[in-house]
């Protein structure tokens, strides 16, 4: 069933988006900056998030952009986004991100940039009616929270993010995957996924590994609960000029 959208002081009902009018972005860079003695594991978690972004969405998306290696660049990313919003046949492009990420700061494969300057650099190259197509930003990245203003301030509808360091990718990003291509709202979608550990054993499991290994603050920071900031009532076939500031629901 489509939203309700108002046009005017006529209320219309938006016709719900199939795959061919949708595309996803997906970025991908953790190894890299990653200590010599956890390379090996990051390369597979890399590995992992590219074969499982695409094993639940491939059905719901007419193509995938990944970015990985040194194509995962900001300035790849914003011409990734800007290429996919121009095609004239694509209503919504979504953003799925696999980096490494502090408070207010996003890794690239050329080091960490501010959120603020990500917003910057997607705004420079997109025109408003390509934000406009701009829908979901979805991140594992640590402290996603913290991004998640800047991922709207892009352009972007909603966006989700962890609280602290992420360490529960294993089994939640599954849960979020399979929610929203299923279908779910956002925010149902990210409450599958941070009901996927609910006794928290991998949040544990990742602070007693910082703690061994002299990292107490760290140890302190983990936290892979997801917020959602923006349209969190948006689900997949939803249109995202819909649902911009004018639009019901907001």
């Not at 800007?82 to 919504?92: G, I, K, M, T, Y």
């Not at 980096?99 to 420079?124: L, M, N, Q, Y």
């Not at 279908?183 to 703690?211: C, K, L, M, S």
Request: with cysteine; hydrophobic share 40%.
């Amino acid at each position: 069933m489509g939203s309700v959208a108002i046009v005017g002081h006529v209320l219309r009902r938006a016709e719900p988006l199939d795959p061919a009018q949708r595309v996803l972005v997906q970025l991908v860079t953790l190894a890299s900056s990653a200590p010599a003695r956890e390379r090996v594991v990051y390369r597979s978690i890399e590995r992992g998030a590219e074969l499982m972004g695409w094993r639940y969405l491939r059905r719901e998306y007419r193509t995938r952009t990944l970015l990985h290696g040194p194509q995962a660049t900001l300035d790849g990313l914003a011409g990734a986004l800007a290429a996919a919003s121009a095609e004239p046949d694509v209503a919504a492009v979504d953003l799925l991100v696999n980096p490494h990420g502090t408070s207010a700061k996003v890794w690239f494969a050329d080091g960490f940039v501010d959120s603020h300057e990500v917003c910057t650099a997607i705004r420079d190259r997109l025109d408003p009616q390509q934000r406009r197509r701009l829908r979901a930003a979805f991140s594992t990245a640590c402290y996603g929270m913290s991004h998640t203003d800047a991922w709207l301030r892009s352009g972007f509808a909603v966006a989700v993010g962890s609280r602290g360091i992420y360490a529960d990718g294993i089994t939640s990003l599954p849960r979020l995957l399979h929610g929203w291509s299923s279908g779910a709202t956002v925010e149902a979608a990210v409450a599958e996924a941070n009901a996927a550990d609910r006794r928290r054993w991998q949040d544990a499991a990742a602070a007693h590994y910082y703690r061994r290994t002299g990292r107490e603050a760290e140890s302190r920071a983990v936290d892979s609960e997801r917020v959602v900031d923006g349209a969190r009532s948006m689900v997949i076939s939803t249109d995202p000029a819909q649902w911009r500031p004018g639009s019901l629901p907001a």
